[in-house]
């Protein structure tokens, strides 16, 4: 893997998503938006040293700059998969301590570990000490029913001793018990002013915001208070939210790509990975959302999710859902 020369800084970011974020979103992702910091789903550890790594890791060159992260709560364990991170050119190590999947907890990881900041500290020294590439952490603002800002503040210290210098913070307390991860992501109450107060307090760190940000304007006016925002189910569900982020937040000069275009620029990557044996169907699954709001959406979508057509379909799929949505053509 070859690195870009310098990265951009993280002033946007997308989200892992399980499930979600896959190389193919993210090198779908990348046609929208160059500058923008791309992170993998959640990979545990169990998975990495003990499973299939080319699975987990490969990814396409132009995902940089790209971040794996990690589930896990064992140093020397974290320590290992860092270096592996490393060893297959990614750009970021990210701790996951936000999950609140019972899943997860029974793993004793995600945002159980809000918990244990010690433990979180020992995991991020590990790391840190295995790689030269970042470690990062991913948090919640608190866990059940502590929500006094503090905590908040107590974890972020003891985690900076070790060396962490970035948090991306979800805005939210972890309900451990009685919700489900959607209902985690909906039902606590978000408090912005927690991580501008964070930030406010500790210029010296990197604080990264995320949670029910769905606007380049709310993006605009959170950018006021903290170093960076990460978006996640609103770059999922319609992706061309990113189209005006490298001009408007990174200052570039070109213009954005034209939706047309990301369709064509698909296409050899949608040959070379159905050449690998991937299946058109856990490709096309992630460009569904790309003309939401555009006359001729809903029959983009009917296409690429019809499972009669995708069954043995290359990527003239997509130039079929581009005709069924009428004077829509691709451009050369």
């Given at each position: 893997m070859t690195h870009p020369r310098t990265l951009p800084s993280r002033t946007l970011s997308v989200a892992p998503m399980l499930d979600w974020t896959d190389r193919h979103y993210r090198y779908f992702a990348r046609l929208i938006t160059r500058d923008t910091w791309l992170y993998t789903e959640m990979v545990t550890t169990g998975a990495l040293l003990h499973g299939d790594v080319p699975r987990h890791l490969s990814f396409h060159d132009s995902e940089h700059p790209v971040a794996l992260q990690l589930g896990g709560s064992e140093p020397d364990e974290l320590a290992r998969c860092a270096k592996l991170a490393e060893e297959w050119g990614y750009d970021e190590v990210n701790l996951n301590v936000g999950c609140p999947s019972e899943r997860v907890q029974k793993g004793a990881f995600g945002a159980c570990l809000m918990a244990e900041p010690q433990l979180v500290a020992d995991c991020v020294k590990a790391m840190r000490d295995a790689v030269s590439i970042d470690v990062t952490v991913k948090h919640r603002i608190g866990i059940?029913?502590?929500?006094?800002?503090?905590?908040?503040?107590?974890?972020?210290?003891?985690?900076?001793?070790?060396?962490?210098?970035?948090?991306?913070?979800?805005?939210?307390?972890?309900?451990?018990?009685?919700?489900?991860?959607?209902?985690?992501?909906?039902?606590?109450?978000?408090?912005?002013?927690?991580?501008?107060?964070?930030?406010?307090?500790?210029?010296?760190?990197?604080?990264?915001?995320n949670g029910g940000v769905k606007t380049n304007e709310e993006i605009a006016g959170h950018l006021r208070h903290v170093d960076g925002v990460m978006v996640g189910r609103e770059a999922y569900h319609n992706p061309w939210i990113m189209a005006d982020w490298d001009q408007r937040f990174y200052g570039a000069s070109a213009p954005a790509s034209t939706r047309e275009a990301v369709v064509a620029a698909m296409l050899p990557y949608i040959a070379d990975r159905l050449a690998e044996g991937h299946k058109l169907r856990n490709i096309a699954r992630h460009i569904l959302g790309l003309f939401q709001g555009v006359p001729g959406a809903r029959a983009w979508r009917r296409t690429l999710s019809d499972a009669r057509l995708l069954d043995g379909a290359d990527g003239k799929l997509l130039l079929q859902a581009l005709e069924s949505m009428g004077s829509r053509r691709l451009v050369e």
């Amino acid at each position: 893997m070859t690195h870009p020369r310098t990265l951009p800084s993280r002033t946007l970011s997308v989200a892992p998503m399980l499930d979600w974020t896959d190389r193919h979103y993210r090198y779908f992702a990348r046609l929208i938006t160059r500058d923008t910091w791309l992170y993998t789903e959640m990979v545990t550890t169990g998975a990495l040293l003990h499973g299939d790594v080319p699975r987990h890791l490969s990814f396409h060159d132009s995902e940089h700059p790209v971040a794996l992260q990690l589930g896990g709560s064992e140093p020397d364990e974290l320590a290992r998969c860092a270096k592996l991170a490393e060893e297959w050119g990614y750009d970021e190590v990210n701790l996951n301590v936000g999950c609140p999947s019972e899943r997860v907890q029974k793993g004793a990881f995600g945002a159980c570990l809000m918990a244990e900041p010690q433990l979180v500290a020992d995991c991020v020294k590990a790391m840190r000490d295995a790689v030269s590439i970042d470690v990062t952490v991913k948090h919640r603002i608190g866990i059940d029913q502590i929500e006094h800002y503090d905590y908040l503040a107590g974890f972020v210290d003891q985690v900076a001793a070790a060396g962490c210098r970035t948090f991306i913070v979800h805005a939210r307390n972890a309900i451990l018990k009685g919700l489900s991860p959607k209902e985690n992501r909906e039902i606590p109450p978000l408090k912005y002013d927690y991580v501008y107060r964070l930030k406010a307090e500790r210029p010296e760190l990197e604080i990264l915001l995320n949670g029910g940000v769905k606007t380049n304007e709310e993006i605009a006016g959170h950018l006021r208070h903290v170093d960076g925002v990460m978006v996640g189910r609103e770059a999922y569900h319609n992706p061309w939210i990113m189209a005006d982020w490298d001009q408007r937040f990174y200052g570039a000069s070109a213009p954005a790509s034209t939706r047309e275009a990301v369709v064509a620029a698909m296409l050899p990557y949608i040959a070379d990975r159905l050449a690998e044996g991937h299946k058109l169907r856990n490709i096309a699954r992630h460009i569904l959302g790309l003309f939401q709001g555009v006359p001729g959406a809903r029959a983009w979508r009917r296409t690429l999710s019809d499972a009669r057509l995708l069954d043995g379909a290359d990527g003239k799929l997509l130039l079929q859902a581009l005709e069924s949505m009428g004077s829509r053509r691709l451009v050369e």
